[in-house]
Nanobody, 122 residues
C-alpha cells in the first residue's frame, strides 16, 4: 500500500487549500485514513480522520469547523479541505492509513505518505 499526498503550497492567511491523498495497492483493503501534521520541532499532531465507508469523521478542536475530510473510494483518494487557514496551520501534512479503526495516535497507522508542506503567511 502506497500513499501519496499532493496539494501543499504557500498561501496567505484566510484562504483555502485542499490536500489529496492517493492510495495505491494491488488489492485495496478497507482502510481508515487519518491526517496528521508536523511543525518544525514538534511531534506528529492529529488533524482528523475518516472511516473507510465514510460513515464517520473526526477532527482536532483547533481545526473543527475549518477543515473537512472526505474521500472518493472510486478513485482511491482522500481529501483534506482546509478553509480560513491560519499561520499556526503551517506544517508538513501527512496522510496515513490503517486496516484497523482510525486513531488519534500516529503509531496506530501502518501506512504513511511522504508529506506535503503547507505554509500560511500572515
Amino acid at each position: 500500500v502506497t500513499l501519496v499526498e499532493s496539494g501543499g503550497g504557500v498561501v496567505p492567511a484566510g484562504t483555502s487549500l485542499t490536500l489529496s491523498c492517493t492510495i495505491s495497492a494491488l488489492t485495496l483493503p478497507l482502510l481508515d485514513v487519518g491526517w496528521f501534521r508536523q511543525a518544525p520541532g514538534e511531534e506528529h499532531e492529529f488533524v482528523g480522520a475518516i472511516t473507510w465507508n465514510v460513515a464517520r469523521t473526526d477532527y482536532r478542536y483547533s481545526v473543527n469547523g475549518r477543515f473537512t475530510i472526505s474521500r472518493d473510494n472510486a478513485v482511491k483518494t482522500a481529501f483534506l479541505h482546509m478553509n480560513n487557514l491560519k499561520p499556526e496551520d503551517t506544517a508538513v501534512y501527512y496522510c496515513a492509513a490503517t486496516k484497523d479503526n482510525w486513531s488519534k495516535y500516529p503509531g496506530r497507522y501502518e501506512y504513511w505518505g511522504q508529506g506535503t508542506q503547507v505554509t500560511v503567511s500572515p
